[in-house]
């Protein structure tokens, strides 16, 4: 699984990897953002769901995220 | 005349200096903040500075002239939100009044019970006094920031609940609150509701059903440092505050009386022109609604778009650093404020938005007042796009 490790970055950068990073994936699979802003778990989701993007689960500071389309 | 302070470098842009030197005439979009001050509360101030400084409690002629101010103030007051005059306490600020609602509210209600319950998008004031309170369930909101009422309805339902809190609008981003279904649903199972109308009051008419209620003067266009407390006949409030008398509101130390009579004139003039400003403000937010979605890529626009406070609107922008677009917008001659957490003291994204689940970076809120121009916002619509392109680029998108 590609990792993104955002770890001390501030939102928006978090949000900013991620959604530069996906597109590069084959569709169905999952990228892990690993980001400790506190604004993170929140704009992850809300980006997922602007993108039409798949939030697949949070634990701690990893996120994954699906591409689906 | 004060040394004119130096230059300072702003590091939101590489390579810019700040010089303060705006691109346009200023324009305040920030009222929901403060409101600037209506001219009638400029006058009544200035009136109330010679005749009103004497403490209103004190019996020589100069305390009885300034009761006198006091007791038209708060009767005017009442008149406008619907309370009798003994009902109406100011307090220095809509914060404290908020404080002393809750801690006051739940104090009287102590055989009753002890839990509060409120929604997950009250003002930190109130989640303040909740998380002092400790004992607190949250009753959360929908996409468009509107209360969730089959929650509200089973936890004001349970045992033990001594009081519900519900804000009149979310400050945040606008959406008015089903106060009536929420007040009923209190109504039904013996709970006061406390309603904070900060937000609210001089700009849309007080809803109905409340046993507490607060405003803030700063925020219809009264002075800032005044605050006002309704407590109803009949509902059991308990001073959080030390005080002779504990079961009535009293203001914590000296009034500042001539603010006081300021914010009540300016209350009075203000609800005069509400509708016909309502109308004209709530046509400016559906111009900007429409326009920053049309103009704006990947930009989301928060709150209802129908149901909701007529000045007040939020946005928030992908891949935009709240703190850069605020600072941009500022050189360009706009005031407004932002929920992102870049720009918080506590550094933490915005609760509403948070409990919406809505994005809360790039965010901005506007707020309109009665000296907003359609021409203010037409020059926010026309530079806004080009800040966020700007903005975007910086950070490679």
């Avoid at chain 1, 490790?5 to 569709?27: F, N």
């Avoid at chain 2, 609210?200 to 009264?222: C, D, E, F, Q, R």
């Avoid at chain 2, 001539?258 to 559906?286: C, F, G, H, K, N």
């Avoid at chain 2, 605020?326 to 001659?333: I, M, N, W």
């Amino acid at each position: 699984m590609i990792v993104l490790d955002c770890l001390g970055r501030r939102c928006p950068l978090p949000v900013i990897a991620l959604a530069k990073r996906l597109p590069t994936v084959a569709i169905g699979e999952v990228i892990r953002v690993l980001a400790d802003d506190p604004a993170a778990a929140n704009d992850i989701r809300a980006w997922c769901r602007m993108k039409d993007q798949e939030f697949v689960q949070e634990e701690g500071t990893a996120f994954d995220v699906r591409r689906i389309s | 005349m004060l040394p004119r302070p130096p230059l300072q470098q702003d590091d939101t842009v590489p390579g810019v200096e700040y010089t303060g030197v705006r691109a346009g005439a200023a324009a305040y979009l920030d009222s929901a903040t403060a409101a600037p001050l209506h001219p009638v509360a400029r006058q009544a101030l200035l009136a109330a500075l010679d005749d009103g400084w004497a403490d209103p409690d004190r019996l020589y002629s100069v305390g009885r002239r300034s009761g006198q101010l006091l007791d038209a103030a708060r009767a005017a007051v009442a008149e406008a939100l619907g309370a009798r005059p003994d009902e109406v306490t100011f307090t220095a600020s809509g914060t404290s009044a908020a404080h002393a609602a809750v801690l006051g509210g739940l104090a009287g209600r102590k055989r009753a019970g002890g839990t509060l319950v409120h929604s997950a998008i009250e003002h930190s004031a109130v989640l303040h006094a909740a998380r002092l309170h400790g004992d607190a369930a949250e009753v959360g909101v929908d996409l468009r920031g509107r209360l969730d009422l089959d929650g509200w309805r089973s936890a004001v339902g349970r045992p033990g609940v001594a009081l519900a809190s519900l804000i009149s609008a979310s400050h945040e981003v606008g959406t008015t609150q089903p106060v009536a279904a929420a007040a009923e649903a209190c109504a039904a199972a013996g709970v006061p509701l406390y309603v904070d109308a900060a937000q609210s009051v001089g700009h849309i008419p007080v809803p109905a059903g409340w046993s507490l209620l607060s405003a803030s003067a700063h925020k219809w266009g009264g002075p800032p440092g005044v605050g006002v407390l309704v407590v109803r006949k009949g509902v059991r409030w308990l001073s959080p505050w030390p005080g002779d008398d504990p079961h009535r509101p009293r203001p914590v130390g000296a009034l500042d009386l001539p603010a006081v009579v300021a914010a009540a004139a300016s209350l009075r003039a203000v609800q005069a022109e509400a509708q016909t400003e309502a109308v004209r403000l709530s046509a400016l937010i559906d111009r900007i609604r429409h326009v920053v979605a049309a103009t704006v890529p990947d930009v989301e626009v928060v709150g209802d778009p129908v149901e909701r406070l007529p000045h007040l609107v939020t946005f928030s922008c992908l891949y935009v650093d709240g703190e850069a677009l605020l600072h941009a917008l500022d050189r360009a001659g706009f005031a407004v404020s932002s929920g992102s957490s870049c720009t918080a003291s506590t550094l933490r994204p915005c609760h509403v938005l948070e409990a919406m689940g809505v994005l809360s970076h790039g965010n901005v809120r506007v707020s309109l007042h009665r000296g907003t121009t359609a021409e203010d916002v037409d020059r926010f619509l026309a530079v806004l796009p080009g800040l966020v392109e700007q903005i975007r680029k910086e950070a490679g998108m």
